[in-house]
């Protein structure tokens, strides 16, 4: 006997973002659908000729005007059969890490409207959407312990500082910074630039950057990015 399914598949996407020590994830408030006045991630359905990476940039570019290279998946959620008033429907969450400053933010022709939120200010979300964004907060600050991800979050050219303020950040506990910067300086994957930060104030303070190359071949070869905190 065959049974005619009428499960619709969606993508979500949660994008997050880092700037003057605060962490951000990238929202939009719908133009359709029965939930338009309440933020959202930004998402929506998958075509039945696309993949799933491809269906989430898209609809990412459409509701945001922004492209992002590199998604990871996180979840898949449709436990609740009602998460969606309109259509049984089970979404695909994926995430990624962006530098905001890189980015120009717009609501385009599947939005009203698009911005950035602290992540400690976040307004009510329409759907499931608060699930699906505290589980991706979770993912988050669990590879902080273990890879060094935070690198794709920060400016080409950084201070130490900033690295070491953007985990205390996000893991919302204050690192070991002495132990933190002699692991990351014996792992090789950041190295000094010739510049400095044009902030004057006291001792010049070096720039660094993070040498993809190094932490590619580590990976390779498997290395654990243990955090101790203070």
């Given amino acids: 006997?065959?049974?005619?399914?009428?499960?619709?598949v969606a993508v979500d996407a949660i994008v997050f973002g880092y700037q003057n020590n605060q962490l951000y994830v990238l929202l939009i408030q719908q133009k359709f659908g029965t939930q338009e006045s309440y933020w959202a991630l930004p998402g929506g359905l998958v075509h039945d000729d696309e993949s799933l990476q491809d269906a989430v940039k898209r609809e990412l570019k459409e509701e945001t005007n922004i492209t992002v290279n590199y998604f990871e998946q996180l979840y898949t959620f449709g436990d609740d059969v009602f998460r969606d008033p309109r259509n049984r429907v089970i979404s695909v969450a994926y995430f990624a890490l962006v530098d905001p400053s890189k980015l120009k933010v717009k609501a385009n022709s599947d939005a009203d409207n698009a911005q950035w939120f602290k992540i400690d200010a976040i307004p009510k979300l329409a759907f499931d959407h608060t699930l699906i964004l505290a589980k991706a907060i979770a993912r988050l600050k669990a590879?902080?312990?273990?890879?060094?991800?935070?690198?794709?979050?920060l400016p080409n050219e950084f201070l130490f500082s900033e690295l070491e303020n953007l985990y205390c950040t996000i893991l919302e506990k204050e690192i070991d910074r002495r132990n933190f910067r002699k692991k990351i300086m014996s792992f090789e994957i950041i190295e000094e630039t010739p510049h400095f930060s044009p902030v004057k104030t006291g001792r010049p303070a070096k720039l660094f950057k993070f040498n993809k190359n190094k932490y590619t071949a580590l990976a390779k070869k498997g290395f654990y990015f243990e955090i101790k905190f203070a």
């Fill in 143 to 153: 590879k902080l312990t273990y890879e060094p991800i935070g690198f794709d979050l």
């Fill in 1 to 8: 006997m065959s049974e005619h399914q009428k499960i619709k």
